[in-house]
């Protein structure tokens, strides 16, 4: 069952923005992380923040639409259009491919 806050900001950012706010002192600025170090951080905050909704009773299917729309606004932001639509021209291929499948192969 979907819970109903009276808050704007959803629980697992409040969360994270009361963690933040009670220590300001220990924020300190670091060298960008490489480029894949920031895919696998991005990946588990994002893992993260799945996992808590889900936990709130939002379903998987809304998740998925409602992130996939996040992504694609961001893309399209820093890159355009046209460059968004030929990349998504590459998608069908990569999915039937099993790139983005994760059950494991029975051996």
């Given at each position: 069952m979907l819970k109903i806050r009276h808050s704007s900001v959803p629980p697992w950012i409040a969360y994270r923005l009361s963690g933040f706010m009670s220590h300001p002192a220990s924020?300190?600025?670091?060298a960008p992380l490489p480029d894949h170090e920031q895919k696998q951080a991005a990946l588990s905050y994002l893992?993260?923040?799945?996992?808590?909704?889900?936990?709130?009773?939002?379903?998987?299917?809304?998740?998925?639409?409602?992130?996939?729309?996040a992504a694609f606004?961001?893309?399209?932001?820093?890159?355009?259009?046209?460059?968004?639509?030929?990349?998504?021209?590459?998608?069908p291929l990569r999915?039937?491919?099993?790139?983005?499948?994760?059950?494991l192969a029975k051996q």
């Open positions: 924020f300190t600025a670091r893992n993260e923040a799945w996992a808590e909704a889900r936990h709130d009773g939002v379903d998987g299917d809304c998740l998925a639409q409602a992130s996939l729309f606004a961001e893309l399209v932001a820093t890159y355009g259009e046209d460059a968004v639509a030929k990349f998504v021209e590459g998608l999915v039937r491919n099993g790139e983005f499948s994760t059950r």
